[in-house]
């Protein structure tokens, strides 16, 4: 799909394209999402050099994320969202073309969906193609910061239930703290991902950036300086209630190893007494006694009582 950004009198409506249809006049930003092969023929037109294709806009390294060339300045940038309660990210690169802004991307992206919104209600500003570049990274960081306080309010809730005697709860407190594990971590490369996205452009392109673009870079790189320090912290607590949880867990079964330690030593003297009485040699005297029967229950009793309060004296029990 193709769809297209028109600026007209300060208003920016849009409009999907077919590829053999020319771009409107005005336009600032072309957005395609998952083009089909004749949608990406189209696309060869657009670039001078090679048409992007997925395995590019997933690339890791730097020099593949954000460079320049003649199609104009290219940054690649992480955008985590969520999917019921799970956390995916997708990458969309971004292209500095002139007075237009190029972005391909593979699928669905939350965060342009909720650009769209507002710009149909009025509730940004653009006046170029930077802009809108600006605008998205900065609906992202804001994103990030609600993610983040949503682990924030789950762990709080999971602090509760680190000493939990009830098994089944502790594996699903395991379960969350991994899979909010997993969340933070997303959402600490995407904070990465941006200031470096950030600072890339306004080296680039410092002649192009009005006064008002250098502060809104500026803001949204405090805001992620503000953000990233939080994220460390929840690190720090996932871990800390992932090795209460285990220790507490590791010392339940000890305690129950204990028990059965003690109760084998409790009864290995009776077992003794029995295995002696159990032997029937001629010789054995015992084995005529008309109490003895009698005599080795109690035997057997007494030696068992005798240790268990052995234990309890030592505090073992």
């Known amino acids: 799909m193709i769809r297209t950004y028109i600026l007209n009198n300060q208003t920016l409506t849009y409009k999907d394209l077919e590829p053999l249809k020319p771009i409107p006049e005005n336009t600032i930003w072309i957005d395609i999402k998952n083009p089909d092969d004749e949608e990406r023929e189209w696309m060869q037109h657009l670039f001078k050099e090679e048409v992007p294709e997925e395995d590019d806009i997933d690339e890791i390294e730097s020099s593949s994320r954000f460079y320049i060339d003649t199609d104009g300045v290219h940054i690649t940038s992480l955008f985590p969202q969520r999917k019921g309660r799970e956390t995916e990210s997708a990458n969309v690169l971004f292209t500095i073309h002139g007075s237009m802004l190029i972005t391909f991307r593979e699928e669905d992206v939350s965060i342009i969906r909720l650009l769209r919104h507002y710009l149909k209600h009025d509730r940004v500003e653009i006046k170029d193609n930077i802009d809108i570049f600006l605008e998205l990274q900065d ?7 609600d993610y983040i306080e949503d682990s924030y309010e789950t762990l709080e809730e999971t602090a509760s239930q680190v000493l939990s005697d009830d098994d089944e709860t502790i594996q699903d407190l395991l379960q969350e703290l991994t899979f909010q594990e997993e969340t933070i971590s997303q ?5 990465f991902d941006t200031r470096k996205a950030l600072r890339f452009l306004r080296k680039s392109i410092t002649g192009r950036l009005t006064s008002q673009q250098f502060e809104t870079i500026d803001n949204i790189l405090q805001d992620i ?8 912290f929840m690190f720090d607590k996932i871990n800390f209630q992932l090795q209460t949880a285990m220790s507490y867990t590791n010392h339940k079964q000890n305690k129950i190893i204990k028990i059965f330690s003690v109760a084998a030593v409790v009864f290995m003297p009776p077992t003794w007494i029995a295995s002696v009485y159990g032997m029937n040699f001629n010789t054995m005297p015992e084995l005529d006694w008309k109490y003895g029967y009698p005599i080795s229950i109690i035997m057997m009793i007494l030696s068992a009582t005798i240790t268990y309060l052995f234990f309890r004296r030592k505090k073992w029990l």
Request: glycine residues 0%; neutral net charge.
């Open 225 to 232: 300086e503000s953000l990233l320090p939080h994220t460390q």
């Open 187 to 191: 959402i600490r490369s995407a904070l």
């Open 139 to 145: 609906i992202k960081v804001e994103s990030l910061s």
